[in-house]
């Protein structure tokens, strides 16, 4: 484990994806219904997915299983690419497309967005494997491409068709094509703020193609998803993130982490940080450990149904570990969820449905936790706040990108920035600056 310690950072990353992938294989061929792992690849590969489609449901544990360890096993390949450089960006990029594959993307939809940027790097004269995050980033839209492929303009699937095919690679293009220019420009919008920044160009992307696919020419829009949420496994889920989450720590451990090593880590607001850099590999991959076990608590504590979206948003939310989120900043964002879901009932005239664990709200926490860097900078208690906020405005944003962005919650969260930021930086005071003023 010395030796894993003393690899450059790109490499052990590369290796720390290869590795999640082969858990996600592994775990596809010892489960139960393995013998029918690759029939229900089948069906999740050639079935619409907008959020939130139950893989569980829709292709049996191994199929969801198997359709995560492929696309982790893409995104890997992407990053030995010439001249790719695995970075904490590249663990974002890593994690939200695994986290995805639960529940809105698969091993077919993810390569149309992808081709547009192997255009961008044609035509700019740019190396492919320094546009892998980019890459990977345009993903964040793959359910559009299965509904293209699928269905559209129609109302039900027709199954692929050559028109569909056309209309995805054309669409895939334009949007990979100009995504590297809005990822660079994206963290302007929220001046650090919400980690989930790829969330600011792809989201906005999703709204200007439905409101042209589905309102101006005229589409017909998909119903909910057709899977049932119903379809989990308390067992097979908790058994996996524990037992994964706990061998991150004990190698962390071997790699020679001290528990004063995580702690500096954890006193870091999460503010435009990288804790590869500063803090080494080896309190990354404990951060990895200890925040998904924190995450899994917290799904625990407050009923979720642990099906393949809940699975997914695990590791949705494990996205930041190396570079702003730890569960020090992330609580308070689960405190605002839960305090204004709570009061939200009690105020509340009629059928409430936005209670705690359902589906949509622990789906809305799993992106709400990308304002970390407002609790960590400013304090907890305006931590709480944004929290709060991004509750009451997370089941309302999926009516802009007719439910085609996977990245609705990032989205959401740079809405608050947007709303709660300037408002911070105009009255308040951070944290380090009522300390430098308490000192004087």
Same mark, same amino acid.
């Given at each position: 484990?010395?030796?894993?310690?003393?690899?450059?950072?790109?490499?052990?990353?590369?290796?720390?994806?290869?590795?999640?992938?082969?858990?996600?294989?592994?775990?596809?061929? &010892?489960?139960? /219904?393995?013998?029918?792992?690759?029939?229900?690849?089948?069906?999740?590969?050639?079935? %619409?997915?907008? $959020?939130? %489609?139950?893989?569980?449901?829709?292709?049996?544990?191994?199929?969801?299983?198997?359709?995560?360890?492929?696309?982790?096993?893409?995104?890997?390949?992407?990053?030995?690419?010439?001249?790719?450089?695995? %970075?904490?960006?590249?663990?974002?990029?890593?994690?939200?497309?695994?986290?995805?594959?639960?529940?809105?993307?698969?091993?077919?939809?993810?390569?149309?967005?992808?081709?547009?940027?192997?255009?961008?790097?044609?035509?700019?004269?740019?190396?492919?494997?320094?546009?892998?995050?980019?890459? $990977?980033?345009?993903?964040?839209?793959?359910?559009?491409?299965? /509904?293209?492929?699928?269905?559209?303009?129609?109302?039900?699937?027709?199954?692929?068709?050559?028109?569909?095919?056309?209309?995805? =690679?054309?669409?895939?293009?334009?949007? +990979?094509?100009?995504?590297?220019?809005?990822?660079?420009?994206?963290?302007? =919008?929220?001046? #650090?703020? /919400?980690?989930?920044?790829?969330?600011?160009? =792809?989201?906005?992307?999703?709204?200007?193609?439905?409101?042209?696919?589905?309102?101006?020419? +005229?589409?017909?829009?998909? +119903?909910?998803?057709?899977?049932?949420?119903?379809?989990?496994?308390?067992?097979?889920?908790?058994?996996?993130?524990?037992?994964?989450?706990?061998?991150?720590?004990?190698?962390? $451990?071997?790699?020679?982490?001290?528990?004063?090593?995580?702690?500096?880590?954890?006193?870091?607001?999460?503010?435009?940080?990288?804790? &590869?850099?500063?803090?080494?590999?080896?309190?990354?991959?404990?951060?990895?450990?200890?925040?998904?076990?924190?995450?899994?608590?917290?799904?625990?504590?407050?009923?979720?149904?642990?099906?393949?979206?809940?699975?997914?948003?695990?590791?949705?939310?494990?996205?930041?570990?190396?570079?702003?989120?730890?569960?020090?900043? =992330?609580?308070?964002?689960?405190?605002?969820?839960?305090?204004?879901?709570?009061?939200?009932?009690?105020?509340?005239?009629? /059928?409430?449905?936005?209670?705690?664990?359902?589906?949509?709200?622990? &789906?809305?926490?799993? @992106?709400?936790?990308?304002?970390?860097?407002?609790?960590?900078?400013?304090?907890?208690?305006?931590?709480?706040?944004?929290?709060?906020?991004?509750?009451?405005?997370? %089941?309302?944003?999926?009516?802009?990108?007719? #439910?085609?962005?996977?990245?609705?919650?990032?989205?959401?969260?740079?809405?608050?920035?947007?709303?709660?930021?300037?408002?911070?930086?105009? @009255?308040?005071?951070?944290?380090?600056?009522?300390?430098?003023?308490?000192?004087?």
């Amino acid at each position: 484990m010395k030796n894993c310690k003393s690899l450059d950072s790109s490499l052990f990353l590369k290796l720390l994806f290869a590795a999640m992938s082969l858990a996600f294989l592994i775990c596809a061929v &010892i489960l139960p /219904d393995r013998g029918a792992m690759f029939t229900g690849l089948w069906t999740i590969l050639s079935s %619409t997915c907008k $959020i939130a %489609t139950n893989t569980f449901d829709l292709g049996g544990f191994s199929g969801a299983f198997l359709n995560a360890g492929l696309v982790g096993l893409i995104c890997t390949a992407l990053f030995f690419l010439p001249k790719a450089k695995a %970075t904490a960006p590249s663990v974002i990029a890593f994690f939200l497309t695994v986290g995805f594959s639960f529940w809105g993307l698969n091993a077919i939809n993810i390569w149309f967005g992808m081709l547009g940027v192997a255009l961008y790097c044609l035509v700019k004269k740019e190396s492919l494997g320094s546009q892998v995050n980019a890459m $990977i980033f345009t993903t964040g839209i793959a359910p559009l491409y299965s /509904d293209l492929l699928l269905r559209y303009p129609n109302a039900e699937a027709v199954g692929f068709h050559w028109e569909g095919l056309a209309l995805a =690679v054309g669409i895939g293009l334009a949007v +990979g094509f100009f995504l590297p220019a809005g990822l660079a420009y994206a963290a302007n =919008v929220h001046k #650090g703020f /919400d980690l989930y920044s790829a969330a600011v160009p =792809v989201g906005m992307t999703a709204f200007f193609l439905r409101a042209l696919l589905y309102q101006v020419l +005229g589409g017909t829009l998909p +119903g909910g998803a057709s899977t049932s949420l119903e379809v989990g496994s308390w067992l097979i889920v908790n058994l996996f993130c524990i037992g994964l989450f706990v061998l991150c720590i004990v190698v962390a $451990i071997l790699m020679g982490c001290r528990p004063k090593d995580y702690w500096n880590l954890m006193k870091e607001s999460g503010h435009s940080s990288d804790f &590869i850099q500063k803090f080494g590999k080896e309190s990354v991959l404990m951060n990895l450990g200890v925040y998904g076990l924190f995450i899994m608590l917290y799904y625990n504590l407050v009923g979720a149904s642990f099906n393949a979206v809940t699975l997914g948003c695990v590791f949705c939310m494990l996205a930041c570990c190396a570079s702003d989120s730890h569960p020090g900043n =992330v609580w308070p964002i689960m405190v605002g969820y839960v305090l204004v879901s709570f009061l939200c009932q009690y105020l509340a005239v009629g /059928d409430y449905s936005q209670v705690i664990n359902n589906q949509s709200i622990v &789906i809305g926490l799993c @992106f709400a936790s990308g304002l970390s860097p407002i609790s960590g900078k400013y304090g907890w208690p305006f931590g709480i706040i944004a929290g709060a906020m991004h509750f009451v405005l997370v %089941t309302s944003v999926p009516n802009l990108h007719g #439910g085609f962005c996977l990245y609705n919650g990032g989205l959401t969260a740079a809405f608050i920035c947007l709303l709660f930021v300037p408002i911070l930086q105009r @009255f308040c005071k951070t944290k380090e600056e009522r300390k430098a003023l308490k000192n004087k």
